[in-house]
């Protein structure tokens, strides 16, 4: 029944909006990651700045992968919303903790998956089939 009434979402800027929450996404994990590490031992200063320079290496695969994400999104407007988050959840997962495995911190895995649930579920939600209003009927 939802396919048949017209889309009222950002559709056509779930690609947009994937590839910005992504690059958020990356850099919020990034410098936790590098916090999380600076704070269990101490770091010179060149140490610090190249543990950056990785949290900005993340910003890549988070801005591609999001993007991705997006598109895929935009694809499922008409499904069940719970649909939607499981197809869209289980893949961001899933880059999580490939990245924390090939970089060596998989420690940091589960936390990094809380702030990607948060930006997996505002993609769905922004991107979600609305029903138009019907009109008032004036009596």
């Known amino acids: 029944m939802l396919a048949r ?14 590839c910005c929450l992504g690059v958020a996404n990356a850099l919020i994990c990034g410098v936790g990651i590098v916090l999380g590490i600076a704070g269990d031992s101490r770091f010179f200063s060149g140490e610090l700045v190249g543990m ?3 949290a900005l290496f993340l910003v890549v695969p988070g801005a591609l992968f999001g993007l991705g994400l997006g598109l895929v999104a935009e694809r499922l407007v008409s499904q069940p919303i719970w649909v939607r988050r499981g197809v869209l959840v289980v893949p961001a997962f899933v880059i999580v903790a490939m990245l924390g495995a090939a970089t060596g911190l998989d420690a940091f895995v589960v936390l990094s998956c809380i702030p990607t649930l948060a930006g997996v579920w505002i993609l769905e939600r922004r991107t979600r089939a609305v029903a138009p209003v019907p009109e008032a009927l004036a009596r």
């Open 5 to 18: 009434l017209p889309v009222m979402s950002s559709a056509g800027r779930g690609a947009l909006l994937g």
């Open 52 to 54: 950056l320079a990785f």
